[in-house]
């Protein structure tokens, strides 16, 4: 069976940079997973962010990007503000027609 | 602006097959560049995607749940479904319809509604 994994946790600071990583246990994970991020805050839908690795939707802030990392999608937050804290999903594309996400990561803005 | 909105009883025995709707407004179900699916998410725990139709019928499920999930496209009211059957404690969760463009070579999830919780208990 395969399991997307991510950071369970992290902490950043007030316009800090922090980074996310999505790994996959199948291996390397590539654009051909068309890497997708998503924030969720309590109670709310999942919000779209990034799609095909780095695309960014029309309401994605700036600050927000998308990248491939050491064999994992990334995502980035540079100039962390406290909105930002939330939930953030990846997911990966598996054959085209199957979808796995990840099983999230809580980032606080402390 | 495009709009899914689920619809369905929020509390099912255990047994019982669950049964929800997603209705599409804003844009038609019947565009070639789409695949509408269904997503959940148990209470305090992480996403789990279901399964997705396209227009045509052409059904993809989760491996895991595939022997029990159902899901099907009417064109005509701009809807879709998903039926859920032999349902336990274990399928409590908030449930997602979702939008799945797929065109210009991308593959992604780009608008939900906003979710209905579906409690399983007798």
Redesign the interface.
């Known amino acids: 069976q395969t399991v997307v994994t991510q950071e369970p946790s992290l902490t950043v600071s007030p316009g800090g940079t922090v980074t996310l990583t999505c790994a996959s246990t199948t291996g390397a994970v590539t654009s051909a997973y068309y890497p997708n991020w998503f924030q969720q805050k309590p109670g709310q839908a999942p919000r779209p962010l990034i799609y095909s690795t780095s695309k960014k939707h029309s309401w994605t802030p700036a600050r927000f990007s998308g990248s491939l990392l050491g064999g994992k999608a990334a995502l980035t937050l540079s100039g962390v503000q406290p909105e930002d804290e939330a939930e953030y999903y990846c997911l990966l594309y598996y054959g085209g027609a199957q979808l796995v996400f990840g099983g999230g990561t809580k980032l606080t803005v402390l | 602006q495009l709009q899914l909105q689920e619809s369905g009883p929020g509390l099912v025995k255990p047994s019982e097959t669950l049964s929800l709707t997603c209705t599409v407004s804003g844009g038609s179900i019947s565009s070639s560049k789409y695949y509408w699916?269904w997503?959940r998410q148990p209470p305090g725990k992480?996403?789990?995607?279901i399964g997705?139709i396209y227009y045509n019928g052409n059904t993809?499920y989760?491996?895991?749940l595939k022997s029990r999930v159902t899901v099907s496209v009417d064109t005509s009211k701009n809807q879709f479904s998903l039926k859920l059957s032999s349902v336990t404690a274990a399928d409590t969760a908030v449930f997602?319809c979702a939008r799945l463009p797929s065109y210009g070579?991308?593959?992604?999830?780009?608008y939900?509604?906003?979710?209905t919780l579906v409690t399983v208990s007798s």
Do not use: A, H, M, R
């Not at chain 2, 070579?105 to 780009?110: A, M, P």
């Not at chain 2, 939900?112 to 979710?115: A, F, L, T, V, Y």
């Open positions: 699916g997503i992480g996403l789990e995607w997705s993809y989760n491996p895991s997602y070579g991308n593959l992604l999830i780009d939900w509604g906003q979710g």
